[in-house]
């Protein structure tokens, strides 16, 4: 079946702007995740969502990161005026489910994030 | 808060050596652990994983480990590594309901033919 699929694989943008970022997880998959791989920092948490709603909110670096998922599928993540520090690629995972069990996640390709 | 240790950045090896990659992780209780491979070019993918039960858990292509409770471990091993086991290879702990990955930083495995 169709794999957890990210939109866009590259972006490019000016310090300052706004991005989103897209993740599409495997159908009927509860969890989502957001990570972050950037050099010097490895891969990174950054939020979780069980159905709509994000019980884990911890790694999202600063107040300009926010994230929502609609219909307990697609997600969108958002950063706000961008800084040269963003740039890295934004991982997006499912999992079937985030509450009791132990499931591993389904990575995406990413979304390579280049801010200038 | 938990964190995970790769010690091994980067490993050389020649085709057929044998491997072994350190993973070790501080915080104890009940934990989920799991080795991720990154192709180049291509995304990350599960190549085994610990849950519970038998502590040494065997994955695809040739790979296992084993989990040290006592030693807060999970090593990954290979007897013969091959030319398309170049790649880098991350370490993953779950603190059991806590649902987030914690990722070590990498080992980059470059293998001669």
């Known amino acids: 079946g169709a794999g957890v699929s990210q939109s866009p694989s590259n972006k490019v943008t000016e310090k300052g702007k706004d991005v989103e970022l897209r993740c599409d997880p495997i159908?009927?998959?509860?969890?989502l995740y957001w990570y972050r791989q950037s050099l010097g920092q490895g891969l990174e948490f950054l939020i979780y969502f069980q159905g709509n709603s994000a019980p884990d909110k911890s790694g999202l670096p600063s107040d300009r990161f926010s994230a929502e998922r609609t219909g307990g599928s697609v997600s969108t993540l958002t950063i706000q005026r961008t800084q040269q520090e963003d740039s890295a690629v934004y991982l997006c995972?499912?999992?079937?489910?985030?509450?009791?069990?132990?499931?591993?996640?389904?990575f995406g390709p990413g979304t390579r994030l280049t801010v200038t | 808060a938990q964190s995970v240790s790769q010690h091994n950045h980067h490993v050389i090896l020649s085709e057929a050596a044998s491997l072994e990659l350190g993973c070790n992780y501080s915080?104890?209780?009940?934990?989920?652990l799991f080795w991720y491979v990154q192709y180049p070019g291509q995304h990350l993918q599960l190549l085994l994983k610990y849950f519970s039960g038998d502590p040494l858990v065997k994955g695809i292509k040739g790979f296992e480990a084993e989990f040290i409770k006592s030693k807060f471990s999970f090593n990954l091993r290979k007897p013969s590594v091959q030319w398309s086991d170049t790649a880098e290879y991350f370490c993953a702990v779950e603190n059991t309901g806590f649902q987030k990955l914690v990722f070590g930083t990498g080992t980059r495995l470059l293998v001669s033919p």
């Open positions: 915080y104890g209780g009940t934990v989920n």
């Open positions: 159908s009927g998959h509860t969890a």
């Open positions: 995972a499912s999992s079937p489910t985030g509450g009791a069990g132990s499931y591993e996640q389904y």
